[in-house]
C-alpha cells in the first residue's frame, strides 16, 4: 500500500502565493506518476499537474496557465505545487495523487486533501 500525507493549505489573498507538499510512505514501487488534483464546491475533481516517476516532463492543465510549477523530490518522495498568482476561482480543495504502476484494476492512492482558500 501506499500513503500520501498532504500539507499546506488555508487561507490565501488574491494574487498571493502558496506551497502544497505531499509525502508518499509504503510500497512506493506501486507508484506510476504522483501530482496534484483539486475539487471546487458543486464541480468535479479535476488534474493540476502530474508527473511519472520515470520522467521529467510535467503535465499541467490548461488553467495553470504558468503559474504553478510542479516539484519533485525522488529521494524523498515528495511532490510540492508551488501556486504563485492565485485567483478565487483556485479554491478548491487540492488532493495529492499517485497513479499505480500495478494492479491497474485497483483504485488509484489519494491524499486525505488540503483547503486552498483564495480570498478576493
Known amino acids: 500500500q501506499v500513503q500520501l500525507v498532504e500539507s499546506g493549505g488555508g487561507l490565501v489573498q488574491f494574487g498571493g502565493s502558496m506551497t502544497l507538499s505531499c509525502t508518499a510512505s509504503?510500497?512506493?514501487?506501486?507508484?506510476?506518476?504522483m501530482g496534484w488534483y483539486r475539487q471546487a464546491p458543486g464541480k468535479e475533481r479535476e488534474l493540476v499537474a502530474t508527473?511519472?516517476?520515470?520522467?521529467?516532463?510535467?503535465n499541467y492543465a490548461d488553467f495553470v496557465e504558468g503559474r504553478f510549477t510542479l516539484s519533485r523530490d525522488i529521494a524523498k518522495n515528495t511532490v510540492d505545487l508551488q501556486m504563485n498568482d492565485l485567483q478565487p476561482e483556485d479554491t478548491a480543495v487540492y488532493y495529492c495523487?499517485?497513479?499505480?504502476?500495478?494492479?491497474?484494476?485497483?483504485?488509484?492512492?489519494w491524499g486525505q486533501g488540503t483547503q486552498v482558500t483564495v480570498s478576493s
Open positions: 508527473i511519472a516517476r520515470d520522467s521529467t516532463t510535467v
Open positions: 495523487h499517485a497513479a499505480r504502476a500495478q494492479q491497474l484494476f485497483l483504485p488509484d492512492f
Open positions: 509504503g510500497d512506493i514501487r506501486m507508484i506510476y506518476s
